[in-house]
């Protein structure tokens, strides 16, 4: 007759052991990127969720009703901010009808605001001009510098949301810095036989990476950000990658490739398609991983294009 009260006393010691001290906080995150970067500092203390998935525009992601639920039962929010899911999160959010993750409230997190934010307009803004740049330029993530800025607000968002673990998220930080800048020496050096290489984008995604890796983005496929080719700029373009010699037209995954295409056909340039987050292709799995691809990518197609 003993059995029966062994095996109810082993489940719920077991049960016991299983519970945490207190449940790890409940992360969102708009993008791959950020996702990446919260569960460098989180670990094992936050679970973490990104709504977007890395291979989707930013700007113009598929709200599902999933998302609702995800927001309902989340502590803290984390987006990129700029305006960049001005299309999509704000309606999210009040369905989500989560007090905590209102923006503004403590559960809230702009990655943005401690970031270092190009292309900020002067003068006078209209979303008439069809800019979805408003408030700066919102890829600011692909600048391992800026990886780290995002990496130290979420530490101490974190160690506020959850003081008992504090000490464990700054080391978690501290290491994942570390391992970054290490990281970056060897992209860096990967890159400097290759600084001021002149390349196009499709959509201004890539100024903060450029700036970086010392790369001239000198045109864009689109005419402003957010707006489609047209044929009057892609004659300009044409004319002007001709005029400098430019071989690299760098396109991001969610954009047709149809108007690059014929510019390589006119211009002689590669086409490179090239992940802007973390989950743009497969094997960039996390933040470290993305620049790991990309640079190779960028320098194996600007050594085939000099090889000609
Ligand atoms: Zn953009």
Same mark, same amino acid.
């Given at each position: 007759m003993k059995t029966p009260m062994l095996v109810v006393l082993a489940a719920a010691s077991g049960l016991m052991a299983a519970a945490p001290a207190h449940a790890a906080l409940n992360v969102v995150t708009t993008t791959e990127d950020l996702a990446s970067i919260a569960r460098e500092v989180g670990g094992d203390k936050i679970k973490v969720e990104s709504l977007s998935r890395g291979y989707q525009d930013p700007h113009f992601v598929e709200a599902k009703p999933s998302f609702v639920f995800k927001l309902n039962k989340a502590d803290l929010l984390i987006a990129v901010g700029r305006e960049l899911e001005i299309g999509w999160l704000p309606p999210l959010i009040t369905q989500a009808r !989560? &007090?905590? +993750?209102?923006?503004? &409230? &403590?559960?809230?997190?702009? &990655?943005? +605001?401690?970031a270092k934010i190009l292309?900020? @307009?002067?003068?006078q803004i209209t979303r008439a001009m069809g800019d979805v740049h408003p408030q700066g !330029? @919102? %890829?600011?993530? +692909?600048?391992p510098d800026n990886g780290k800025r995002i990496a130290t607000a979420i530490e101490k968002k974190l160690a506020a949301m959850d003081s008992a673990n504090a000490a464990y998220y700054a080391q978690r930080e501290d290491d994942f810095e570390r391992r970054l800048t290490a990281a970056d020496k060897g992209w860096q050096a990967q890159m400097a036989p290759y600084k001021g290489t002149q390349v196009v984008t499709y %959509?201004?995604?890539?100024p903060n990476f450029a700036d970086h890796f010392g790369l001239d983005v000198m045109g864009y496929v689109e005419p402003r950000p957010g707006i489609p080719p047209s044929p009057s700029h892609t004659i300009d373009l044409i004319k002007a990658m001709k005029d400098q010699g430019v071989k690299i037209i760098l396109v991001e995954p969610y954009f047709d490739a149809k108007t690059p295409n014929s510019i390589a056909r006119e211009t002689g340039a590669r086409v490179l398609v090239l992940p802007p987050s973390v989950g743009g292709v497969p094997e960039v799995a996390d933040y470290i991983k993305l620049f790991d691809y990309d640079v190779r990518q960028i320098v194996d197609a600007i050594k085939s294009t000099r090889v000609k």
């Amino acid at each position: 007759m003993k059995t029966p009260m062994l095996v109810v006393l082993a489940a719920a010691s077991g049960l016991m052991a299983a519970a945490p001290a207190h449940a790890a906080l409940n992360v969102v995150t708009t993008t791959e990127d950020l996702a990446s970067i919260a569960r460098e500092v989180g670990g094992d203390k936050i679970k973490v969720e990104s709504l977007s998935r890395g291979y989707q525009d930013p700007h113009f992601v598929e709200a599902k009703p999933s998302f609702v639920f995800k927001l309902n039962k989340a502590d803290l929010l984390i987006a990129v901010g700029r305006e960049l899911e001005i299309g999509w999160l704000p309606p999210l959010i009040t369905q989500a009808r !989560n &007090a905590k +993750l209102q923006p503004g &409230a &403590a559960g809230y997190l702009d &990655a943005s +605001l401690t970031a270092k934010i190009l292309d900020i @307009p002067t003068g006078q803004i209209t979303r008439a001009m069809g800019d979805v740049h408003p408030q700066g !330029n @919102p %890829h600011y993530w +692909l600048d391992p510098d800026n990886g780290k800025r995002i990496a130290t607000a979420i530490e101490k968002k974190l160690a506020a949301m959850d003081s008992a673990n504090a000490a464990y998220y700054a080391q978690r930080e501290d290491d994942f810095e570390r391992r970054l800048t290490a990281a970056d020496k060897g992209w860096q050096a990967q890159m400097a036989p290759y600084k001021g290489t002149q390349v196009v984008t499709y %959509h201004r995604s890539w100024p903060n990476f450029a700036d970086h890796f010392g790369l001239d983005v000198m045109g864009y496929v689109e005419p402003r950000p957010g707006i489609p080719p047209s044929p009057s700029h892609t004659i300009d373009l044409i004319k002007a990658m001709k005029d400098q010699g430019v071989k690299i037209i760098l396109v991001e995954p969610y954009f047709d490739a149809k108007t690059p295409n014929s510019i390589a056909r006119e211009t002689g340039a590669r086409v490179l398609v090239l992940p802007p987050s973390v989950g743009g292709v497969p094997e960039v799995a996390d933040y470290i991983k993305l620049f790991d691809y990309d640079v190779r990518q960028i320098v194996d197609a600007i050594k085939s294009t000099r090889v000609k």
